[in-house]
C-alpha cells in the first residue's frame, strides 16, 4: 500500500525557517517523482516544488525560488523541503505527493499524504 506521511509543520515567524519531511512507504522513491503542493484557506492547491529521482530535475514554484530546497533522502525513502526566508503568504497546509510521471501540477499526482500545517506570522 503507498502511503506518504508528512512531519514536520508548525508556527514560525516571519524569516523563520522549517524542514518539512516527506517519508514514503509501499514504493521506492527512487523511480517516482515527489511533489510538495500547498493549499490556503479560499486558494487552489499549487505546486511548491517537485522532484523527480530518476532524472534529477528539480522544480520550484517562482514563489519560493531561493528560498526553499527540496531533496531526497533514498536510503530513508524519504523526501524533504527546506524552507527558509518564511513569510505569512506561505502559510498553508502542506501535502506531499508522489507520480510515476508527471509535472508539478496536483492533477498529475494520485497518491497524496494528509498533509502537514505550516503557519508564518508577521
Known amino acids: 500500500e503507498v502511503q506518504l506521511v508528512e512531519s514536520g509543520g508548525g508556527l514560525v515567524q516571519a524569516g523563520g525557517s522549517l524542514r518539512l519531511s516527506c517519508a514514503a512507504s509501499?514504493?521506492?522513491?527512487?523511480?517516482?517523482?515527489i511533489g510538495w503542493f500547498r493549499q490556503a484557506p479560499g486558494k487552489e492547491r499549487e505546486g511548491v516544488s517537485c522532484i523527480s529521482n530518476d532524472s534529477g530535475s528539480i522544480y520550484y514554484a517562482l514563489s519560493v525560488k531561493g528560498r526553499f530546497t527540496i531533496s531526497s533522502d533514498n536510503a530513508k525513502n524519504t523526501v524533504y523541503l527546506q524552507m527558509n526566508g518564511l513569510k505569512p503568504e506561505d502559510t498553508a497546509v502542506y501535502y506531499c505527493?508522489?507520480?510515476?510521471?508527471?509535472?508539478?501540477?496536483?492533477?498529475?499526482?494520485?497518491?497524496w499524504g494528509q498533509g502537514t500545517q505550516v503557519t508564518v506570522s508577521s
Open positions: 509501499g514504493f521506492t522513491i527512487d523511480d517516482y517523482v
Open positions: 505527493a508522489a507520480a510515476y510521471l508527471a509535472q508539478c501540477i496536483p492533477a498529475d499526482f494520485d497518491s
